[in-house]
């Protein structure tokens, strides 16, 4: 008689009921949850990571690290996650769409040496006639892998035609090196990147050049633990590709459908609509912009900084200094300081003067000499001079034989949006 394969051996260990495919595992029953993963963009769910749901005899649950932590050991260990995918995988299929994602967790260990217990996973998506391309793995990016395990589980799911996601990047020993050597199609930010960046306008800031940097390297970018409309804004903000959380759903026994968090996504999207202007000028910025443009014919006329209009100027609320650049990116002079004040940080006194400091490889300067007549703002930076974060507003001056750029420093941390 021909042995059993490890997918028949699972198979034996799970029951259709009405409830749905659940699974036995020692004293436990094992069901599935499914939480659903929405795009931003196409307003509609894109996919549902699995869960494991366990309960004893008594009706009693167990999370799922501790049913995990209770394998005696490797082999168990491995007999378990397949067990849990198998129900997942059974379960998805009976109720999902034809298109959207199946997120599977896999244990760090099992996506290591699970393939040395035998050929499991091809064949489970052979008999739930579910194709590769619509499973996502997701591997945890923790300290239990190293670089060359890491890699080697990633290429071992994606030579099988799956997609691959790296989980809970942003803690513990994430690291950007790992996404350099190993490429995940996906890589999600686990929700400690949102309570930061809540609680701290430079964590705020850099959200969205994490998500910048991460697109730059090939992924897609998928926010997770999304649980309210200040937390979805954020993953908006940050122009995430994807978004999970309670705010959209809660795990559910069937996958939800496609349209379900659509009205949701819409109304997010319109409220960044009417916080973000085409032009991409907030708010805080309007009466500068203005009074830098009435600012420039008076400037033009005087010669030099020392004129009423930029008193004027300087005496707008989160100003901190202006200053003069000529065509080829040398200050003119010194700057002007609002209210007379010197560097925030003592330290920094060496940078204080920027009398013929060269600018050329600023932005800022860069961008008001192609746009002339036009108001240029900077996202937020370090000033060296001042020692705090700034924005710079520049407009070029004067014919375009001969530019200057006049450019106004703004204090930034006074300039962000209330939440």
Not at 169 to 185: A, E, L, M, T, Y
Request: one cysteine or more.
């Amino acid at each position: 008689m021909k042995p059993e394969s490890a997918t028949q051996r699972i198979q034996l260990l799970l029951q259709h009921s009405t409830e749905g495919v659940i699974g036995h595992h020692g004293d436990y029953t094992l069901r599935s949850a499914f939480q659903s993963i929405v795009s931003l963009s196409h307003c509609r769910s894109v996919g549902h990571e699995a869960l494991v749901r366990a309960t004893d005899s008594a009706g009693a649950t167990l999370p799922p690290s501790a049913l995990f932590d209770g394998a005696a050991n490797e082999a168990e260990l491995v007999h378990l996650d397949r067990l849990c995918r198998a129900l997942h995988v059974h379960n998805f299929a009976q109720h999902a769409d034809q298109n959207s994602w199946l997120f599977l967790n896999v244990h760090p260990i099992v996506s290591v040496n699970g393939r040395f217990y035998g050929r499991f996973f091809e064949e489970l998506l052979e008999a739930a006639h579910l194709p590769p391309e619509r499973i996502v793995i997701e591997i945890l990016e923790d300290g239990l892998l190293d670089d060359h395990q890491l890699a080697s589980a990633v290429s071992f799911y994606r030579d099988r035609g799956c997609l691959v996601a790296l989980d809970d990047f942003g803690i513990g020993h994430s690291n950007f090196g790992r996404i350099w050597q190993v490429k995940p199609h996906i890589v999600k930010l686990d929700r400690s990147n949102l309570v930061f960046a809540r609680q701290d306008a430079t964590a705020r800031r850099l959200l969205p050049r994490l998500v910048k940097l991460l697109h730059e390297a090939g992924c897609l970018v998928l926010i997770e633990g999304v649980g309210d409309e200040y937390e979805a804004m954020l993953a908006m903000e940050s122009d995430a590709d994807m978004a999970q959380g309670y705010y959209f759903s809660r795990p559910a026994s069937e996958p939800a459908g496609l349209g379900e968090s659509t009205a949701t996504i819409l109304s997010l999207i319109e409220r960044y609509r009417t916080q973000t202007p085409l032009n991409g000028q907030t708010s805080p910025h309007t009466t500068h912009v203005q009074a830098l443009l009435d600012t420039t014919a008076e400037v033009i006329a005087c010669g030099s900084l020392h004129c009423p209009a930029i008193d004027r100027l300087l005496n707008l609320d989160h100003a901190e200094r202006c200053y003069l650049v000529d065509h080829a990116g040398r200050q003119i002079g010194d700057s002007r300081i609002a209210g007379g004040r010197r560097a925030a940080d003592k330290r920094l006194r060496p940078l204080e003067s920027t009398h013929d400091a060269v600018w050329v490889r600023r932005s800022y300067w860069r961008r008001a000499l192609l746009h002339a007549g036009k108001v240029q703002a900077t996202r937020p930076y370090l000033s060296a001079s001042s020692g705090e974060l700034c924005i710079t507003l520049s407009v070029s001056l004067g014919d375009s034989r001969n530019p200057i750029v006049l450019c106004l420093d703004l204090k930034h941390d006074d300039l962000m949006p209330a939440h």
